[in-house]
């Protein structure tokens, strides 16, 4: 019996040693994962949706109008998610605010909900993944002194999106389970924010320093791998 005990016991310890490591490592291989299918998703979209309805024409000095971005998403985005469940409205979805947190810990500011005045659209899938669209950019206008005097919402082919792998949940941390990507509808192609940029530049955002905006470019570029030097 105390030779069972104590073989139990060493069993308990080594489990207890190795346990978070597998634990971490089988939670890597799931994020990229996760990461794949929405990329994968993404792409396809912006390629089926133009088959199916046109290219995606935007009038580049237009003013943002609600309407005109309701039926721009419901055309070119939403038959395309498997009927998702998209935000109400000016409604907060997160329990916490508005925003995401950098990987460096400082609040990431975004307004995260859907506004179709302001061309913003949060949407929610069957399978827990959030996407939060931005369908415009903004045109700034200073004075010969460089103060900003006027900002204009304009549409945008080139649009952002914040893909949250599981929703609402925390920790909702850009580079953890928060990943940007750019839909460009003229090219047809999904590419990470910050695929234009050096890899020391990428490895420095996405670095327990940094703000972890570039963290879906650093994956891509490791060939789908969260590597070691990753801020996991």
Not at 14 to 34: D, H, R
Not at 61 to 71: C, L, M, P, R, S
Not at 165 to 176: A, D, E, T, Y
Request: with cysteine.
């Amino acid at each position: 019996m105390a030779e069972v005990l104590i073989t139990l016991g060493i069993i308990g310890i080594v489990a207890a040693m190795t346990f978070p490591a597998l634990l971490g490592k089988y939670q890597k291989v799931v994020t990229v994962n996760q990461l794949k299918k929405a990329y994968s998703i993404l792409s396809q979209l912006v390629i089926q949706s133009q088959e199916d309805n046109g290219a995606a024409v935007f009038n580049s000095g237009a003013a943002v109008d609600a309407e005109t971005v309701k039926t721009f998403f419901n055309t070119y985005w939403l038959p395309y998610f498997n009927n998702p469940t998209v935000g109400k409205e000016y409604e907060f979805p997160y329990p916490e605010g508005n925003a995401y947190k950098k990987l460096n810990g400082e609040t990431y500011s975004l307004g995260i909900r859907t506004v179709y005045g302001n061309a913003r659209v949060y949407f929610t899938t069957n399978d827990g993944t959030s996407y939060f669209v931005h369908f415009m950019y903004w045109e700034n206008k200073y004075d010969d002194d460089g103060n900003l005097v006027s900002q204009t919402a304009k549409y945008n082919s080139a649009q952002q999106v914040y893909v949250d792998l599981n929703g609402i949940k925390p920790p909702n941390v850009l580079g953890k389970d928060v990943f940007q990507f750019i839909v460009f509808f003229d090219d047809k192609v999904v590419r990470p924010y910050g695929y234009d940029k050096t890899d020391t530049y990428i490895k420095n955002n996405c670095s327990k320093t940094g703000e972890g905006i570039c963290c879906a470019a650093k994956i891509m570029r490791d060939g789908w791998q969260i590597k070691k030097d990753y801020p996991w």
